[in-house]
């Protein structure tokens, strides 16, 4: 299993427009193959960027996601804040999950390259 954490930083007065957003979402991401959740994370510290995590069975499935007509269509709309709600580049990292307490049976996902989302 992958975890994904994208930290986006939105100016503290558009927060609850960012959230809003989340709440609204297509939602076509949930029914994509290997997607397990989707979970936004509010910063408590001023300046701390939001991180929003989604879990997959493999990595494969969400490079499927990322090179998909749904993802290209989900992110579309999400367009809806002005560019001056944020306060910097977002940032996506990957991640392989090697141990999960929820799960103590799991497979290691193997160990992979970087991702390259336009690979």
């Given amino acids: 299993m992958i975890i994904t954490m994208n930290r986006i930083l939105v100016h503290e007065e558009?927060?609850?427009q960012f959230e809003e957003t989340f709440r609204n979402r297509a939602q076509l991401v949930d029914g994509m193959?290997?997607?397990?959740?989707?979970?936004?994370l509010r910063p408590t510290s001023p300046g701390d960027p939001y991180i929003v995590l989604t879990q997959w069975a493999n990595r494969q499935h969400f490079e499927d996601w990322v090179h998909?007509?749904?993802?290209k269509e989900g992110h579309a709309r999400s367009g809806t804040?002005?560019?001056?709600a944020f306060a910097g580049r977002n940032t996506l990292e990957l991640f392989e999950i090697v141990l999960d307490t929820d799960q103590p049976d799991l497979v290691p996902e193997p160990h992979g390259?970087?991702?390259n989302p336009h690979g």
């Fill in 68 to 71: 998909s007509e749904a993802f």
């Fill in 33 to 40: 193959p290997g997607f397990i959740s989707n979970q936004v």
């Fill in 14 to 16: 558009y927060g609850m």
């Fill in 113 to 115: 390259v970087p991702f």
């Fill in 81 to 84: 804040l002005p560019r001056e």
